[in-house]
């Protein structure tokens, strides 16, 4: 395996200030439109994030993967806050297709986005036809799309591994988010979810280069990212995963939840002040 040049890096604490199924029902400050996504990035980012993990919503409020609004979200980025990283995601919320999710990459041509393995490559027979899967990879690899892999479970991160080694992904540096508590009773994360996860990694990444991160959804969002920065990893937080400060108080917006983890981490001397 040829070294490649490795994507740029996650930023310590990634913004994700809406996800696929939340709305303003859950909480007021919930951003739907690509204005109110950017005035959460800016303010997300004063509060200490360098990077926002990007959906768009149709007028209907539906998790839509179009490209034009991602088009139009990343024109008012550059312009609003030009030193954020801009992921978009790919996810299908039991919507979309593989085809539909790569036919988004192509027509954007995003410098990053997200994609879960269970949705891009689904089954667990690395011997399937997976011509597709691989020609998109490859395709993310030599535009320098930055391809971040998510993961939602220690089988996922198996699953991961087994891809790389059929070169189905190919290179050898990757960007992972490992997902605690999406399917956990009440959709309720601790920080022990992490180890399993941890362990496949220490067991199977040989020589790979590994810039890892975790979402943790719940009350404890803010211990469970701590916990993954103690640990090595990086943080995805935000009102897509937790509305919840350390506290147990409801935060007040996204900004609030971003400037909770950083208290937590500069408590322990995890981030610079």
Same mark, same amino acid.
């Given at each position: 395996?040829?070294?490649?040049?490795?994507?740029?890096?996650?930023?310590?604490?990634?913004?994700?200030?809406?996800?696929?199924?939340?709305?303003?029902?859950?909480?007021?400050?919930?951003?739907?439109?690509?204005?109110?996504?950017? /005035? @959460?990035?800016?303010?997300? *980012?004063?509060? !200490?994030?360098?990077?926002?993990?990007?959906?768009?919503?149709? +007028? &209907?409020?539906?998790?839509?993967?179009?490209?034009?609004?991602?088009?139009?979200?990343?024109?008012?980025?550059?312009?609003?806050?030009?030193?954020?990283?801009?992921?978009?995601?790919?996810?299908?919320?039991?919507?979309?297709?593989?085809?539909?999710?790569?036919?988004?990459?192509?027509?954007?041509?995003?410098?990053?986005?997200?994609?879960?393995?269970?949705?891009?490559?689904?089954?667990?027979?690395?011997?399937?036809?997976?011509?597709?899967?691989?020609?998109?990879?490859?395709?993310?690899?030599?535009?320098?799309?930055?391809?971040?892999?998510?993961?939602?479970?220690?089988?996922?991160?198996?699953?991961?591994?087994?891809?790389?080694?059929?070169?189905?992904?190919?290179? /050898? @540096?990757?960007?992972?988010? *490992?997902?605690? !508590?999406?399917?956990?009773?009440?959709?309720?994360?601790?920080? +022990? &979810?992490?180890?399993?996860?941890?362990?496949?990694?220490?067991?199977?990444?040989?020589?790979?280069?590994?810039?890892?991160?975790?979402?943790?959804?719940?009350?404890?969002?803010?211990?469970?990212?701590?916990?993954?920065?103690?640990?090595?990893?990086?943080?995805?937080?935000?009102?897509?995963?937790?509305?919840?400060?350390?506290?147990?108080?409801?935060?007040?917006?996204?900004?609030?939840?971003?400037?909770?983890?950083?208290?937590?981490?500069?408590?322990?001397?995890?981030?610079?002040?």
């Amino acid at each position: 395996m040829s070294k490649q040049v490795a994507p740029p890096p996650l930023p310590l604490i990634m913004l994700a200030p809406n996800g696929a199924r939340r709305t303003k029902a859950d909480h007021p400050a919930l951003p739907m439109t690509i204005r109110e996504t950017v /005035d @959460a990035a800016r303010a997300c *980012f004063a509060a !200490g994030a360098g990077g926002i993990h990007a959906h768009v919503r149709d +007028e &209907d409020e539906a998790h839509v993967l179009d490209a034009g609004l991602y088009r139009e979200l990343l024109s008012e980025m550059r312009a609003a806050v030009p030193q954020m990283q801009v992921q978009i995601t790919t996810e299908a919320v039991g919507r979309y297709s593989p085809e539909e999710q790569r036919a988004l990459v192509d027509a954007v041509m995003p410098e990053a986005v997200s994609v879960a393995v269970r949705e891009m490559v689904p089954g667990q027979d690395t011997s399937q036809d997976t011509s597709e899967a691989r020609a998109f990879y490859q395709g993310c690899l030599d535009r320098g799309i930055a391809v971040q892999h998510i993961l939602y479970s220690a089988e996922d991160l198996e699953r991961f591994f087994d891809l790389v080694g059929a070169g189905v992904v190919p290179g /050898d @540096a990757h960007q992972l988010l *490992f997902v605690l !508590g999406r399917y956990a009773a009440d959709q309720q994360s601790a920080p +022990e &979810d992490l180890e399993p996860f941890l362990q496949t990694m220490a067991d199977r990444r040989g020589d790979l280069r590994l810039d890892w991160a975790v979402c943790a959804f719940g009350r404890r969002e803010t211990e469970c990212l701590a916990e993954a920065v103690r640990r090595g990893g990086k943080a995805r937080i935000g009102f897509e995963n937790g509305l919840w400060n350390s506290d147990g108080g409801v935060a007040k917006d996204n900004a609030d939840r971003v400037r909770d983890l950083v208290s937590a981490l500069r408590q322990e001397n995890l981030m610079p002040a």
